[in-house]
């Protein structure tokens, strides 16, 4: 018996060499092989031939067969998990119409939702994530706007420019929420891109200006100067100015000073660099020096004289020459006629040579000039004179709350209305786009 077992086995194996070509042969010779081996006796170990290039012999243990059901289940696990992900991929198309339809009803609530649920189940949509965020941004809803930019950010699997363009509206995101503090760190690493180097600049430049934190933004004015070519010279005068207007208020004259020299370098870009180092040298006891800038403001600018008009005649009156301040005055406001100007002047004249003089160059301003605020001008200077007149004070009350309503400033790009002077428009954000005349001086100038 063990020999013709033997003899079988050994027939077996020529057999399943010369045959391996044949698959459907293999396999039958290999369960003959495994059934000679279950019905032998003995030890004797059975070994089947399997070929992979090469023949090389392989023991068969009976714990292999456990792996055939954990096999099954994972094939049958895997086959439904398949069939999910390409119904749900199906149905973009459909949510898509859905979302446009609900979106061109009026209904763009329910629209963001649907889109919403495509970006989910197919997370290639990366463009329409982003423009879905900008949606949301643009409805107010920040919050959500930020979960989705930030999502898609941070998605390893995204190439370096949809990553860099995901940050630059996470970071409108956060500046649009008043987040200043993340929008500056967002542009900064945004800045680390070169494609987005300068919008980068132009945005913490802006986020500066609106934080006040006007040494880093005028490093920032410079780098885009340097960068871009770009011409930042108005803007860095004013951050200057409003550098030394800080140190000023807080007495700071000697850091006040420092900074005059670097702001000398743009006296061109705006009169406001001449009438803030007068400031600075009157702070310091300097009357001379402060007169000559201001005259060059009178001068240079004489729309700007409005603003200078009346520190500059006090100037030369403290210094002695009040004849020369009066006929400064009486020059300016023939040349002007505006309120700023002739209230300055009334002002300085019934301090100097009493109020009924006052009284009178008023009626002569009214004359030559008529207008509501020579008008009102003409009627402060009678209650002053009469104080206990009641119909003059009524008529003066009345005509101050009505001069009020005409006595404001308009910015010349985005009309912004201000009721003082201003030399940045909080409406738009320019510099030097308010004009020193109030709207009534204008029109009447017109």
């Known amino acids: 018996m063990m020999e013709v077992r033997r003899f079988s086995i050994q027939h077996l194996k020529n057999e399943f060499q010369e045959e391996k070509n044949d698959s459907q042969k293999v396999r039958k010779l290999r369960i003959a092989v495994k059934f000679l081996s279950l019905t032998s006796c003995g030890d004797i170990q059975c070994r089947t031939l399997i070929i992979s290039g090469k023949h090389r012999a392989m023991e068969f243990d009976y714990w292999y067969l456990i792996f055939v059901p954990v096999l099954f289940f994972a094939g049958w696990w895997c086959r439904g998990w398949d069939q999910r992900q390409r119904g749900e991929a199906a149905k973009v198309p459909e949510v898509c119409s859905r979302g446009l339809a609900l979106l061109l009803d009026g209904a763009p609530d329910k629209a963001i939702d649907a889109f919403i649920e495509v970006v989910r189940v197919d997370p290639e949509l990366t463009e329409l994530e982003r423009v879905l965020g900008n949606l949301l ?11 989705l930019h930030r999502h898609l ?106 900074l005059v020299t670097p702001l000398l370098r743009y006296q061109d870009a705006t009169p406001r660099v001449d009438i803030t180092v007068a400031k600075v040298a009157m702070a310091e006891g300097s009357t001379p020096e402060a007169i000559r800038y201001w005259k060059d ?39 002007l006629g505006t309120a700023d100007v002739m209230e300055a002047t009334l002002t300085r004249i019934a301090a100097w040579q009493g109020v009924p003089s006052a009284e009178k160059i008023a009626r002569r301003f009214l004359e030559e000039h008529p207008s ?40 010349r790009k985005c009309g912004f209305l201000a009721s003082s002077f201003s030399w940045h428009c909080l409406g738009c954000g320019a510099w030097d786009s308010f004009s020193p005349r109030r709207i009534e001086d204008k029109k009447r100038a017109v």
């Open 153 to 258: 950010y941070n998605r390893a699997d995204l190439p370096d420019e949809e990553r860099a363009l995901a940050l630059k509206e996470l970071a409108r995101d956060f500046l649009c929420a008043g987040f200043f503090d993340r929008a500056e760190a967002a542009y900064r690493k945004l800045a680390s891109v070169p494609s987005e180097h300068l919008h980068a600049l132009r945005e913490l430049l802006k986020i500066y200006v609106t934080e006040h934190e006007w040494a880093a933004a005028t490093e920032t004015a410079r780098l885009l100067e340097t960068q871009a070519g770009e011409n930042h010279a108005e803007e860095i005068a004013h951050f200057y100015c409003e550098r030394i207007d800080l140190a000023l208020k807080h007495k700071n004259l000697e850091e006040a000073r420092l």
């Open 372 to 411: 509501l605020s020579a008008f009102n001008a003409m009627m402060q200077m009678k209650l002053k004179g009469n104080p206990d007149d009641e119909m003059t004070k009524m008529i003066a009350g009345l005509l101050e709350q009505n001069a009020r309503r005409w006595s404001r400033y308009q910015c």
């Open 137 to 147: 941004r643009s409805r107010g809803e920040f919050e959500r706007a930020v979960r």
């Open 297 to 335: 403001v009178v001068e240079k600018s004489p729309d700007y004289a409005p603003l200078v008009i009346g520190h500059l005649a006090d100037a030369l009156s403290a210094e002695g020459d009040q004849a020369g301040a009066l006929a400064l005055l009486l020059d300016v406001t023939e040349k």
